[in-house]
């Protein structure tokens, strides 16, 4: 194993890891008050914990990192990345669509979420790597936002890496359609891919 140098000590260079990497985002998370901020954390955490559950992934299995508005989940490789498109997310979007239907225009919650996979470092602080990088950047890219603005009724929007897309999604296994996903172009800082949107 190769040494670096970090402020002048010699440490062990870091092994990669490959793991799933779900990012969840709540859309307009900023423009609300504090209570309801706080509010809206409480079910996020509690919607994403019953989604793992209703598929059989233990939450300990897990690495979450907060983000304030929203968090990263990192799923150990050994989970199907069949079961978090066709239990996990769909489990998720359930527990938010039920939410809603009881809690009024203004506590309404609405989530952007991506899946991509790949190689993860891990330091003290987190988890970083150039495909953590880009499963913010699908998140965060403008189509997600667009797709929420164009269809009030979506509660939840999904986007995939093209990775994701290739490997999984376009050879239809179990409930999984690829015929509900539509290309886009996520343009965003360091990245310019091509990513598959679809309303969950």
């Known amino acids: 194993m190769h040494a670096t140098t970090l402020f002048g000590k010699r440490t062990r ?12 985002d709540v859309s307009g998370f900023g423009r609300l008050d504090n209570s309801r901020q706080l509010n809206l954390r ?3 955490g ?24 929203g968090m990263i989940v990192l799923v150990p490789a050994r989970v199907s990345k069949l079961d978090l498109l066709g239990r996990v997310i769909p489990a998720l979007a359930a527990a938010v669509r039920a939410y809603n239907a009881t809690a009024g225009t203004a506590a309404r919650i609405r989530l952007r979420v991506s899946l991509h996979a790949g190689e993860v470092l891990r330091d003290a602080a987190g988890w970083v790597g150039a495909d953590v990088n880009l499963a913010c950047r699908l998140v965060n890219g403008e189509p ?8 009030d009724e979506a509660d ?9 897309y290739q490997g999984v999604v376009r050879h239809g296994y179990r409930q999984v359609d690829p015929d509900r996903f539509t290309p886009v172009r996520v343009l965003a800082k360091e990245v310019d891919v091509t990513a598959w949107l679809r309303t969950a």
């Open 156 to 164: 939840v929007v999904l986007v995939v890496s093209d990775l994701i």
């Open 13 to 24: 260079a870091a092994v990669p890891q490959h793991r799933s990497i779900l990012v969840i």
């Open 42 to 44: 409480a079910v996020l």
């Open 46 to 69: 509690a919607s994403v914990r019953a989604a793992f559950r209703a598929a059989g992934v233990a939450w300990f299995r897990l690495a979450v990192e907060d983000r304030g508005d």
């Open 144 to 151: 997600a936002y667009q797709w929420l603005r164009a269809d």
